[in-house]
Every structure is written in C-alpha cells, then in structure tokens.
C-alpha cells in the first residue's frame, strides 16, 4: 500500500491521508455506516478531533520514523495505553470507592516503546491548546509541564511501591481537574439509571432514543448466550454470584467516543446485588479489533498472551494500568466478533479540554495527566505480570532519561512542534476530501 512517511519537516499528503481513512474505516461500512458518517462528522470539526480519530495514521508514522535516543532495550517493550490524548483521562469512582482522576480507555491497549505514550500525548495537548488560542511560545510551555510531571512522578516510583497505591483525588489535585473529580463523586446511581432506563409494570428496561436502539430478538439471544463466557472471564475472586448478572436488557448504543465509533457497542441492564430495581447495573459491551499500535510494533505483544482476544487485550490493559479496577471488566464473543465489558458507571466525569482556556488552567490540568502516565507506566509493568513485562519500568524509563531531563523534554517539544503540523496538514486535506464527498469509509 502507498505510504508516504513524514519527513523532518511536514508537508501536504492529501491522496495518502484520504487512503488511510478509507482503508482503515472500510470494513466497518457494512455494519454500521451511519456511525462512520457520524465519525467523519465528529473528525471534521477540529485538528484535534481528527487526531482522536485517526491513532492508526499516527502509528503508520511512527513506523517509519527514527526511534528516540532515550529508548533502550528495557523500555522498548512497555505496555502502553496506546491512544494518549486529553480526553482519555477523566474523573470516576473506582471499585475501592475512591472518587478519581485516571485513565478511561485501554482499546490501544498494547506493548510499545513507553516514549509513544508520551509522544501522542503531547501532540493532542499541542492541538488542543491551539484550539483554545494559546500562543506558539505557550503551548511549548504547558507540554513542558506534562512531561515534568511525568518524569518527576517516574522518579518518584523509582526504588518504591507508591504506584501500587497511588490515585489522584480531590486532596492532592486543585483546578478542573479537581471540579471533575467532585462532580463525578455528585452523581448519583439512581439519576444515572432515570437517564437511560424506566421501570414498566415488567420492571426495569432501556428507553428507547437516538442513541439506545432496540436490537432484534437473534442479536439479543446471541448477547444472552454469550453471558456466561463473560462472567467466566472474570476472575473467581472478584465474580458475584450468577444472579448478578441476570441480563434484563440490550440496546445498540450509538454516538459515542470518536476513534471507535463504526464498531458495535452495546449497553446491557443486568439485576445487580438484588432483585430491587434500584441496584440495577449497566455494562457497556464493546466491539474490540487489533491496536493500532501493533501497526508499528507488530508481535510486540504476542497474540497468545491474551489468547488471541481483542477483547481480553483490552481487559487485561485496563487492570494492568488502574488501581482498584472495575471487578465487571470481562470480554466474551458475540458472532465471532470480540468484545470487551465494562460496567457503564454512574459516577463519571469524561475530561473537555474547552473548559480550559488559559495557560494556567492548562499546565494544571496536563501535570496531572502527566502524574497519570508516569503511574501507568509503572503500574503496567512486573508489578502486573512479570511472564510479560519483567522490567521495572519506572526504573528502566527513569534511568533512560537520567540527568538529560532538559534534551528529553527538547525532543518531545520538537517531535510535537512538527508533528502537530503534520495533523493539521492531514486535517486540512480530510476536511477538502469530506466536503467534496469523498468515498472515506
């Protein structure tokens, strides 16, 4: 297939971009076409949201580009969240019922050089600042910021077990940051289940909108079935008994996220803890496919690591990275197509970078994100599973950066200058592609 790496300096690639696109969208067009039309939709409004949409261009580029001088063999291979940006992080509750800032999506999930976290985290903080009317010299300044937190918080789990523990909350975060943390930790159970479901004289059920459509009865009995490879996906020790995970209710949910949008979601009612309507849980059933990291490491985490399940990648990312995990993170497959679930909680917060409109709001949001990778780094390493990563990454990232903090910082300033240049040039040739109507998916 034609590929046309970026070269130091970026330039216009438009017949090249509208491939990636169509490529990688095209086989979801049978299933659910009007969610790509909503992704192209979504991708057209901003650089940023095309970059949230397009992970796989980023990791086509970082296939043909020279590797990092502070990568070494030991961190070569750390397991990464894949698709860093601002919004992949935001407030919620976890399963100890701390209320937190942390990660919320793992479907990148993957084994990678840990600096292509930090590399795509500082291109999204780039664009998103540009957004908001930061000058050339400012933004500079507030990816100087993440990467401090980052390095500072690596160093600080170096030759300790404070990652084991560690969780942002409201007494050690101030700003948006902490606003969200408090309005998640606000919400309640009951007004989440008013939002998306009704009690009828049969009990509780899904309403029906725009973006909850029923499914039909073959699609239903097929979710039903696969039920009980789900709750065996979960380990003994965290499983609630069978009645638990009573299914009540399906509906096909349309609309959400950006990146994924074109594959099957679904929410799924299921009893809870009891027979009272007013427990009653959602999970959100996703349609998994291969990282688009594996693109530029391809093997680097070996298929059979989790048993040849994209589903159980993504499971298994999230419980490597969080504290405290959701005990409802499962997979299971439905017609041949893997999924990932996750209970739908009710006490989240999803981060908005346009709630942030200063330099100041900015470098306070992103020294927390910041905080939040350095943990999943370090969290996501032997202390998971040493038969897959045996390294303590905190230390081996740590020791790669060493006393250069300066040079490291300088080239991921650098990489996002120019590679935030790039996506708007990407961007640019999408929007003309889209307006003309295009065939993109």
């Known amino acids: 297939m034609l590929h046309q790496p970026i070269a130091q300096a970026a330039a216009p690639r438009a017949p090249w971009v509208e491939s990636e ?26 650089p940023f949201a095309f970059y949230r949409g397009t992970a796989h261009i980023f990791y086509r580029d970082l296939a043909a580009m020279p590797m990092s001088r502070f990568v070494t063999y030991s961190n070569t291979a750390v397991w990464l969240e894949g698709d860093m940006h601002l919004q992949n992080m935001g407030a919620f509750r976890d399963s100890s019922g701390n209320n937190v800032f942390d990660t919320t999506d793992f479907d990148e999930g993957y084994l990678g050089p840990y600096i292509w976290d930090v590399q795509r985290m500082a291109v999204g903080i780039m664009l998103a600042a540009k957004e908001r009317g930061l000058s050339a010299g400012d933004r500079q300044d507030v990816v100087r910021a993440f990467l401090d937190a980052y390095i500072n918080k690596l160093n600080d789990f170096k030759g300790s077990d404070e990652e084991k523990s560690y969780r942002l909350d409201t ?23 008013d939002k998306y ?10 309403k029906t909108s725009s973006e909850l459509q029923p499914v039909s009865n073959s699609v239903y009995s097929s979710i039903a079935s696969a039920m009980s490879s789900y709750v065996a996906s979960i380990s003994s020790s965290k499983r609630y ?49 291969a990282s688009a990291v594996s693109i530029a490491a391809p093997e680097r985490l070996p298929a059979s690591t989790y048993s040849y399940h994209q589903g159980k990648r ?16 499962g997979y299971t497959t439905v017609n041949n197509i893997p999924y990932m679930i996750r209970e739908k909680s009710p006490y989240q917060a999803d981060f908005d970078y346009l709630r942030l409109s200063s330099k100041s709001q900015f470098i306070d949001a992103v020294t927390y994100q910041g ?20 390294y303590s990454e905190d230390k081996e990232i740590s020791d790669a950066i060493g006393t250069n903090k300066s040079g490291f910082k300088d080239e991921i300033v650098n990489f996002a200058v120019d590679y935030a240049a790039q996506v708007e040039y990407d961007y640019t040739s999408f929007v003309n592609a889209y307006n003309r109507g295009a065939i993109l998916y």
């Open 197 to 206: 479901t009704t009690v009828t004289s049969a009990g509780r059920v899904f």
């Open 171 to 193: 007494n050690n975060t101030s700003g948006y940051v902490k606003d969200l943390i408090q309005k998640a930790s606000g919400q309640t159970r009951s007004d989440f289940l």
């Open 241 to 289: 008994s069978s009645s638990y995970y009573t299914l009540k209710d399906v509906r096909l949910k349309l609309g959400s996220g950006t990146g994924s949008l074109g594959r099957y979601r679904y929410f799924l009612l299921i009893e809870g803890p009891s027979s009272a309507g007013s427990d009653d849980r959602i999970l959100e059933m996703k349609q998994e496919v």
């Open 21 to 46: 696109v169509y490529q990688f969208n095209h086989p979801f067009a049978a299933q659910l076409p009007q969610e790509l039309a909503t992704k192209m939709q979504k991708m057209a409004v901003s």
């Open 371 to 390: 905080k939040v990778l350095a943990k999943n780094h370090a969290l996501a390493d032997k202390d998971y599973d040493p038969s897959i990563m045996p």
């Open 314 to 329: 993504v499971a298994m990312t999230l419980k490597a990275m969080l504290n405290n995990a959701d005990v409802l993170v």
